[in-house]
Nanobody, 119 residues
Framework: QVQLVESGGGLVQAGDSLRLSCAAS????????MGWFRQAPGKEREFVTS????????YYADFVKGRFTISRDNAKNTVSLQMNSLKPEDTGVYYC????????????WGQGTQVTVSP
């Protein structure tokens, strides 16, 4: 069973940067995509960014383009999210997820890490 563990969240001010990491452990890990999602209080979980595990192709939600960068380290089974120019509206719990290559569904999730951006 694959487990995902996020780290790196915290409290920052608007304009600051944070780097989130997600480490995968368990059996052979070979997702199709690794993604970051977030959930703000009172809102549904939303897509932030994803990366193709083999090819490294990246996808971003419009509201983070130019500010966030996703990367992966296949040897270490980790995926990272560099977040720059943070805004208060970026506040939320950030989750990493693994997309199953057979079902094309995100079926493995981390526990989430809190990111709070003060004005």
């Amino acid at each position: 069973q694959v487990q995902l563990v996020e780290s790196g969240g915290g409290l920052v001010q608007a304009g600051d940067s944070l780097r989130l990491s997600c480490a995968a452990s368990g059996r052979t890990f070979s997702p199709n995509l690794m993604g970051w999602f977030r959930q703000a209080p009172g809102k549904e979980r939303e897509f932030v960014t994803s990366i193709n595990w083999r090819g490294g192709y990246t996808y971003y939600a419009d509201f983070v383009k130019g500010r966030f960068t996703i990367s992966r380290d296949n040897a270490k089974n980790t995926v990272s999210l560099q977040m720059n120019s943070l805004k208060p509206e970026d506040t939320g719990v950030y989750y990493c997820g693994a997309q199953n290559g057979l079902t094309m569904r995100y079926d493995t999730w981390g526990q989430g890490t809190q990111v709070t951006v003060s004005p």
